[in-house]
């Protein structure tokens, strides 16, 4: 994600990619020891998600004596530079994470196994208790995607929800807001104004409404606006729709004009991440991925949807990573034994959702899980009702690549500063981006041949 942090050196990254290379080098190996089966897991996370995992890889091997995994773990900001340079060496691990963004990619160059055969015959993975966003995400049928077989398996369903200081509401003497119906964009826009303070008198601000970082934040805003970035058929590029404009807009008038959100300025001297850290944002995104480190936050805080736009309805999108096997491993049934037990394992989930890295991949467990309300955040429904009832992928995730989304965002600096309208901005994209989406459409037809 956008917050996290810690790029390696140049010489720390020659290093890491030789290592996992190496470690990939003998996709399902077999061991010396008397015959034990070994395979190679490749992933990534943050440090408490890594400890999550291979603490459960170390418990799969208790369970399955004959089998041994060696684990090969990056940052998240390397690992699809590793993933692809293993791709590329011919060298891929046994077991892999993967986004759904590249599915298709991945099941035309014979990268994945068709996981469907053997998930079919596995009496213990039950398909109707995991969230069904998360399964239809790895489906491809040769044409579309979210369709078909499955070539991957939901490490987790990541909904992005809106988080709120709640100590700083109850200081200021603000209602709290409701959990159940959505702000307007007027009502958002009022209280953060409210909660923008300078609270020691220094004559700078030093307390905001929020703090949003575009790349992850614009969807809530342009969807619940009734636009778009892409049409249904996946095919036109519709960010010029001004409903997206008023959106973008939005949120850039936030710091430039009511001036609720840190200035440039402001975010040099201290990042937003670590300003809602400290307890100085009123608003702030929260992920599953955040619930260990929100553990120790100095303030009480908690879940509401995102704010409406003109179609009255909150809206965000739901992440997920999938776990994946390759097409050449050695020990297929031993591979998508590990996937299973990494994703819809009781045992494996179990251990995973107590280390709070995410939320359970079952249904029946997540809503357990839910009705929690003595672990913070005390509305954890909100994460179920994004996955259940209004999440969304991100725009790219069903296109052959991400490269005309990604160019978007590369460029919106002056909209953010105030030096150029959102409506001037995105006629200025529009054509770019088509331009690249019918590249990567005219990639993927050649991919199949």
Known sequence: MAKKKGWLTLLSLILVCSAVLTGCGKSGSSSAEGGTKE???????????????????????????????KTVITTGDQYATKLKAAITGNKLPDVFYFGSGDLKAYVNGGVLMNLSPYI????????????KYGVDLYRYDGNMAGQGDIYGMPKDVGPFALGYNKTMFEKAGIPLPDKDKP??????????????????GDGKLDQFGSGFNITWALQAFVWSNGADFIDSSKTKVTVDDPKFAEAL??????????????????????????RWMKGQLAFFPV?????????????????????????????????SLGIGVSKKTKYPDEAVELVNYLTSSKEGMDALVKAKVQ??????????????????????????????????PLPANFTYNSEWYDLFFTDIQP??????SAADYVKQEQPKMQKLLDKAIEQENKSKK
């Open 39 to 69: 395979l190679t897991f490749m992933f990534r996370g943050g440090p408490d998600e890594q400890t999550a995992y291979k603490n459960v890889v170390k418990q799969f091997e208790k369970d399955h004596p004959n089998i041994k995994v």
């Open 120 to 131: 079919e015959k596995n009496k213990n993975i039950d398909l109707n208790n995991i969230w």
């Open 183 to 200: 702000m307007t964009w007027a009502e958002f826009l009022d209280v953060q104004k409210k909660l923008t303070k300078d609270t020691d």
């Open 249 to 274: 807009q939005y949120l850039a008038d936030l710091q430039n004009v009511a001036k609720v959100t840190p200035s440039i300025a402001d975010s040099q001297t201290l990042d937003t991440y670590q």
């Open 287 to 319: 992920g599953p991925w955040d619930m260990s480190t929100y553990e120790k936050l100095p303030f009480d805080y908690d879940l509401i949807p995102y704010p409406a736009g003109s179609t009255g309805k909150s809206a965000t999108w739901t992440g």
């Open 359 to 392: 939320i359970p991949n079952m249904v029946d467990m997540a809503k357990t899980w839910a009705e929690d309300t003595s672990t913070k955040p005390a509305n954890k429904e909100e994460f179920i009702q994004i996955v259940q009832d209004y999440g969304r």
């Open 415 to 420: 909209v953010l500063d105030g030096k150029m």
